[in-house]
């Protein structure tokens, strides 16, 4: 088995990488797409914790979502991660892995309320932890709210899954044009508005702790294990 580079890791993930791109609800086809996704990673294993978007229910750029008001919608966008985060627990353990489901908000019937020891150990009891409900407060989105578990978890990388393999200098899917950047500083992202890695404050806060970022195409397979065993991937 070969030696995983990082030892502990943050998975973030999009909402759609539950249902598929442009769709809504869930695709159970897509959830154990992931759920092998991460237990290839698992059995090398590395600790993993995951944070997790509502995309494919509730999307703050909506026209309904943006005709109310900006803190109702994104507490609705909270909940859409806690479906998600569920609907992930149930694929991962039916693979016999343990999970705990952690939520920003209190929701003692179905999930434990975040606590940043117990989550760490969670973790090393070699259990995987998955963030719900974002920071549990508006105005983050939850980008931010992988950047801030990676570090409170003392995570070794932060690790986004997107729909393109890697980050490029404009929109690939809109820009035929478009070149792949195959490293980019912290300053770089930040300034260049077209590139669209994390959003800025998640930017800011890995970049003032130092914390990497591998940004990744979810849909190529075992990419999340390959990019933990240190290869060049996204």
């Known amino acids: 088995m070969s030696h995983p580079k990082y030892k502990r890791i943050l998975l973030k ?32 294993g590395v600790e993993i914790a995951i944070v997790i978007g509502g995309g494919n229910f509730w999307r703050g750029n909506d026209p309904y979502a943006q005709s109310i008001d900006r803190a109702t919608a994104d507490y609705m966008g909270m909940l859409a991660t806690v479906m998600n985060a569920l609907a992930l627990q149930d694929a991962l353990e039916k ?16 999930a434990e309320l975040y606590i940043r020891r117990r989550a760490i ?3 090393e009891k070699g259990r995987i932890v998955i963030f719900g409900a974002g920071t549990g407060s508006p105005f983050f989105t939850t980008d931010t709210a992988g950047a801030l578990r990676a570090k409170e978890i003392d ?24 070149k792949k950047l195959e490293k980019l500083s912290y300053n770089e992202a930040i300034l260049m508005d077209q590139v669209q890695v994390l959003d800025n404050t998640a930017l800011s806060l890995c970049m003032d702790n130092a914390l990497p970022i591998i940004v990744f195409d979810l849909s190529t397979a075992r990419s999340i294990e390959r990019a933990v065993l240190g290869e060049s991937v996204g």
Do not use: F
């Open 13 to 44: 993930l999009g909402g759609e990488s539950l249902s598929g791109t442009g769709r809504t609800g869930i695709e159970p086809s897509d959830v154990a797409y992931l759920a092998d996704e991460i237990q290839a990673v698992k059995a090398h």
């Open 95 to 110: 693979r016999g892995l343990n999970t705990r489901v952690q939520s920003a908000i209190e929701m003692r019937a179905i």
């Open 121 to 123: 150990r969670h973790l």
């Open 155 to 178: 995570a070794d990388v932060l690790m986004k899954a997107t729909k393109v393999n890697g980050v490029y200098d404009k929109d690939p899917l809109r820009y035929p044009d478009a």
